[in-house]
């Protein structure tokens, strides 16, 4: 019989590239790749910031039979912070007015690299190891889907029948799969890490009734731990982008990695959110994301001095799209491209110097200059002058009003 | 010569209503009113929540030659909360991504009871102390004349000359208008408050590359000064509307001053912004809103987990729109009120309760639950489930993929 | 072997419940859902006015063995025109620009009928004809899910493999299912037809390059056939529906079957629109919408004299989302619902007459009046006048400058 | 006495740049400049494709006492169409639905030449002829403050009591500005030219109940006298703009005069609107834009074939904000020009050829080709294919119908 939709093993596939973190689902799904489809298998493992060691996941490939020309490991920060992060601070992006978006930029990046190397290495496939329930899996493809139309891609968690954490182990265990020994346990939750946040969700977080374990944050002491004495730090930005902290001049994957300290130091970055997942159901997730949000206060700070009031209301109005796009994972989607160069337009005199106040989770704006300022103490004094013509208001206020006055006689009044 | 324009006692205008503190500002402008138009007045005081006593102004009035039956004084807070400050809250709303509003909105209710108060004595004009530089003169205006298109309306600081603080005092000296001590001193900035906030513009504040003096804040302690142990609180909605504290259900201005005092004694809801003025200048400003952040807060977790994803994100986009409606005054207007339409239409289903830790200038959602909660455990688990199937992701993303496709294909790709 | 996804015959059904046109291809479905579901089937058939005559349906029906009692024919029209069309013209809608949604507006009708029958009747599912490329069959199911979350659908064309013309013939031969000559050729396009629209796709249209054979019309003359002579119609609207035509008060499907007469005599309402669908791909359409053309153009009008400035604009805004919400099949979701009541909110006072010229094609606005109109001669006059004065204009223009030449400034201009 | 807001002869003025036309009005605001201002003036008379010759102005100026030098006439009818129209048009703007902007594009024009003029000569002020009740006011000098935020802008309409036509007259008679005999009567309307349209306005056209007198327009021939064979055309874009007709290659003013030639044969182009001013009235206006009719339709049916989904219906959504921001006069405003580059990127692709047909009043689609089509035959057609997998439609279905689902099971059902 025709076989329907998306089935194990039923797809031709040649060679596929794996998004592969070394970790034992992964390392399944490596396994069960080989076995399924008979098919030479790539990896393609990235240090994104995530604060772990590259070579296990080297070491662990080899182990499991990938041929060394077939093992990709690259050093992806700079990139991320650069040609993603940086370009979506630049809108002030919040999914539903309050996420950052720290796992949703990095899956484009992911999927960009993968779709690189398979037309490197002559591949006719990607595989990754999201769920079927996730927003993740819809960011991978759709991503790579957008960059090779004719790739295909493997989504097994989605068509495997290992569906539960018994069987993977078992899988992994005939397969001599290393297992880490806090593996064999369920965990309490899952996390996703890079250089802009930590996320984490499921099991333990499942009751939003509840509030999350103190014991389980990792990129941020708790509020309650933090200094008693404030940290004073001052962001330089250049249209737009954050390129030195206190002075010195850092690149991309610099600047967000001390910003990250800084922040974490204070508290600063923590997030209990439910939010509304792409393919239809609510979800709750925790997220740390000290770096991003102390970058976010700051962005907002040297707009509010160089940005004309247009353009930051008009950004402020796409913005709520924009972070959707990226969420939903269509990062490479020409309306996602047609915003950006909206809000890069605005960007091009945001540069200055803006002074945050770091302290037990509040970051607090302490001031901002810029050589661009469009903040003017001559037209905002109380003072007569002559720059601005009190009088000129009741003109603006006596037409802002007229169609209000004409609606209201037209009503009888 | 023929005037131009308006021009002080060039109207006829036969009574007027004044919008009244009891201050030495709108005293001054009380006297002026009556020897520039040989008018009576009328004067206005309001209880917003301001956090003054109202019967000194009653006094000044009755001093200052005003007939008893020409002053009105009236408690407006639950009004205010009830019909303005709600229903701007169901949208979340934030000016600039920020700015709660909170001076934007008490400016309508005051020229509802302007116009009110004038068709009860057959006042022909209204007056308000508001300068021609700031936005407030267009609020109160706008307003007016929505309401009344009829109505003249008096703004001393456009026309009059006592535009320095010399020549305001010696015009109230030399009419004996009572002026407390303090006023003799220039102010480090000026002051506007009700029961949603307290603003803090002006003088001492000008250089936004400078922190404010922390003696300048009254409704909040210092974060450094609050208390070591967190406070939770419990807030219960109904329609969107926060309706009870702690399990006692309060009218509306009772939960505002509460959540005033939990939010104040915890350091919370300061913040200093550079905002862009519908008159089209920049400035700064410093604004404590305790009980309305805690409030926003708890509004975006109860709409977490009753609200819709497509309703929610539809709110989020035209927010800033109705934000900037609100800010430039136009609270009396034909679109203000049909995004209102909009928003109400969301919240019929935002009922349930939210759970806030308060601590040292940190709101922190610990909790949210509703009889109407869209969160469903069963859709979200990782286990295996009847309700969601994984395979139906596939076509899901492959659809959304397909115009992606098809247009990196027509790029040659 | 494991099922993949739906397929048919997978799932068990007790009763379905069929959209039945009585036509070959629905009259294969209801022989087809027998035999694989061995369920009993009960068809609905509306008349949404496409110009069919219904009791063949119900013959057909009963011949093909569907019990009385499960035999439904419904006219729809008042409702469809009241509760779909007219509340969607409010909007101006137009999806892409150009095109009016007569089909989209009339699926959710649909399964709104279908859902309550089943409720009635006990069916456990419902079903329907469309493809598994088109809008419709997204249409249909998003109402029904909305409608009823338990309901089961099914889509034969997604499931059997009755794919070729050939196929189709054989089985309805075989099942001795009454065929028309004129379904033994391959029809050149496919049509959807009723009281808003006719559309045309497929096979003749493939090609967007050439135009559509003249004589495939049967909506409208074309304009080339139409009188010499112009018709001239007056419209009467209340609250944002139109209510009467020449002075004669009509129901809405009155209106609407009277403005198509008007309208198709006159040539008016082609289009030929390459379009993009919900599901991923281009397709290519005609349609002819000869009331609505008429309609939208009268509401426009009225809307001009009636509609403030403010609200109009938002409108117009909004308007393509909703436009957008509709052709994707998401009426009975919380964001059409909310965009709807700001949408009405607007149309309280647009009221009045509107004088429309219908010639060759030509809808030309001739006149438009009311009592409600927000239009004043004494303010557009060119004469000098008491009511506006000009002077308030170089306020006005002064104060929308200053942040333009605040900019211009800080580029040192 | 100290005057208030704007006052004739009150600012001191040095050198003036005028906008002339060399008709009566603008050669009495000439006199008038030099004789309330005691200053020098210089004319500025561009040939915007208004149709008429600019020789006589030049005599006219030159017989008012302008020195040679000091009288500017351009020919500006590529800038015109290249740099305004359009990148107007990329954006399919239209104001409120149906107007094409030709009076508002040409305005940020007119002023840049004159800022650049005045920056030339070294005149510090601009003056024009644009009355305190219309929209022209403020797009003229929000354009010249933007470009020169030190200018002063004189605008006479505003300042003189030359406000009935008999005074004008006199002041002309008695200063010997010739005035041509038809002047002598009042006009029974306005009209402003330019290249993409003429509009009328005022006297005889202001009841909107009222059709105007056919005798009136001259652009397009009535409808009922076109010719009774179409008018074929085929139009050629590149990255969205016409580029050619009929094969033949042709400047930007070529194609717009060409297509205004063939629209304008074919009775196409009239607009009867009853329109929104900025100022803050309603007034109705009647416009002959044959060419930019035809070469909206045409930029819309290349983008249908060749712009994605996402972008274009992105690009709808914001296009009324645009339409409204060129209507009102903010060109040169910071968000114009970022919402410009949303739309200019979208346009990277829209190239290929459309095919209209004109006839009597009507623009139809006849056909669209692309090297870029994103139109797929083998995605659309109802055949079996590879491509296209109809079962992806189910999970596609079920996912976007899962909120919705989850929503109705909450409210019980």
């Given at each position: 019989m025709a076989a329907v939709g998306e089935q194990a093993g039923q797809q031709q596939v040649k060679k596929v590239v794996l998004a592969y973190s070394g970790g034992l689902d992964t390392s399944v799904i490596l396994k069960w790749l080989q076995e399924t489809y008979g098919c030479e298998v790539v990896t393609f493992t990235a240090d994104?910031?995530?604060?772990?060691?590259l070579e296990p996941a080297r070491k662990k490939a080899e182990l499991l039979g990938i041929k060394p020309q077939n093992i990709f490991i690259r050093d992806v920060r700079e990139e991320f912070v650069r040609d993603f992060v940086f370009p979506m601070f630049r809108a002030n992006a919040l999914y539903?007015?309050?996420?950052?978006l720290g796992t949703s930029i990095a899956r484009p990046l992911i999927s960009k690299h993968l779709v690189e190397i398979a037309a490197e290495v002559g591949a006719d496939a990607v595989a990754h190891g999201?769920?079927?329930?996730?927003n993740d899996q819809v960011r991978f493809e759709l991503s790579a889907y957008a960059l090779n139309p004719h790739i295909k891609v493997i989504a097994p968690w989605r068509l495997?029948?290992?569906?539960?954490r018994t069987r993977l182990l078992a899988y992994a265990e005939e397969r001599q799969i290393p297992i880490a020994k806090d593996k064999y346990g369920e965990a309490p939750y899952s996390t996703d890490a890079n250089l802009l946040h930590i996320s984490y969700e499921g099991k333990a977080l499942e009751d939003p009734w509840v509030e999350p374990d103190e014991?389980?944050?990792?990129r941020s002491v708790s509020p309650a731990e933090a200094p008693d004495a404030p940290t004073y730090v001052e962001i330089e930005f250049e249209r737009g982008d954050a390129v030195g902290i206190d002075g010195v001049r850092l690149s991309p994957a610099e600047v967000l990695t001390r910003l990250n300290e800084l922040g974490g130091q204070n508290g600063v970055g923590r997030l209990d959110l439910v939010e509304n997942r792409f393919v239809g159901m609510k979800s709750r997730g925790i997220y740390e994301t000290p770096g991003g949000t102390v970058l976010l206060a700051a962005h907002r700070a040297i707009e509010s001095i160089t940005l004309d009031r247009g353009a930051a209301h008009l950004k402020d109005e796409v913005m709520p799209r924009y972070a959707e796009l990226i969420y939903n994972g269509f990062w490479y989607s020409p309306e996602r491209e047609a915003i950006q160069a909206l809000v890069d337009k605005t960007q091009e005199r945001v540069n200055g110097t803006v002074r945050l106040k770091l302290w037990k989770g509040n970051v607090i704006t302490a001031g901002r200059k810029s050589?661009?300022?469009?903040?003017?103490l001559d037209y905002v004094t109380f003072e007569e002058d002559s720059v601005y013509d009190q009088r000129d208001a009741q003109g603006f206020i006596k037409l802002n009003a007229l169609r209000l006055r004409l609606g209201a006689m037209a009503r009888g009044k």
């Amino acid at each position: 019989m025709a076989a329907v939709g998306e089935q194990a093993g039923q797809q031709q596939v040649k060679k596929v590239v794996l998004a592969y973190s070394g970790g034992l689902d992964t390392s399944v799904i490596l396994k069960w790749l080989q076995e399924t489809y008979g098919c030479e298998v790539v990896t393609f493992t990235a240090d994104l910031g995530q604060g772990e060691e590259l070579e296990p996941a080297r070491k662990k490939a080899e182990l499991l039979g990938i041929k060394p020309q077939n093992i990709f490991i690259r050093d992806v920060r700079e990139e991320f912070v650069r040609d993603f992060v940086f370009p979506m601070f630049r809108a002030n992006a919040l999914y539903e007015g309050v996420y950052l978006l720290g796992t949703s930029i990095a899956r484009p990046l992911i999927s960009k690299h993968l779709v690189e190397i398979a037309a490197e290495v002559g591949a006719d496939a990607v595989a990754h190891g999201a769920t079927g329930k996730g927003n993740d899996q819809v960011r991978f493809e759709l991503s790579a889907y957008a960059l090779n139309p004719h790739i295909k891609v493997i989504a097994p968690w989605r068509l495997w029948d290992l569906t539960s954490r018994t069987r993977l182990l078992a899988y992994a265990e005939e397969r001599q799969i290393p297992i880490a020994k806090d593996k064999y346990g369920e965990a309490p939750y899952s996390t996703d890490a890079n250089l802009l946040h930590i996320s984490y969700e499921g099991k333990a977080l499942e009751d939003p009734w509840v509030e999350p374990d103190e014991a389980m944050y990792t990129r941020s002491v708790s509020p309650a731990e933090a200094p008693d004495a404030p940290t004073y730090v001052e962001i330089e930005f250049e249209r737009g982008d954050a390129v030195g902290i206190d002075g010195v001049r850092l690149s991309p994957a610099e600047v967000l990695t001390r910003l990250n300290e800084l922040g974490g130091q204070n508290g600063v970055g923590r997030l209990d959110l439910v939010e509304n997942r792409f393919v239809g159901m609510k979800s709750r997730g925790i997220y740390e994301t000290p770096g991003g949000t102390v970058l976010l206060a700051a962005h907002r700070a040297i707009e509010s001095i160089t940005l004309d009031r247009g353009a930051a209301h008009l950004k402020d109005e796409v913005m709520p799209r924009y972070a959707e796009l990226i969420y939903n994972g269509f990062w490479y989607s020409p309306e996602r491209e047609a915003i950006q160069a909206l809000v890069d337009k605005t960007q091009e005199r945001v540069n200055g110097t803006v002074r945050l106040k770091l302290w037990k989770g509040n970051v607090i704006t302490a001031g901002r200059k810029s050589p661009n300022s469009l903040y003017r103490l001559d037209y905002v004094t109380f003072e007569e002058d002559s720059v601005y013509d009190q009088r000129d208001a009741q003109g603006f206020i006596k037409l802002n009003a007229l169609r209000l006055r004409l609606g209201a006689m037209a009503r009888g009044k």
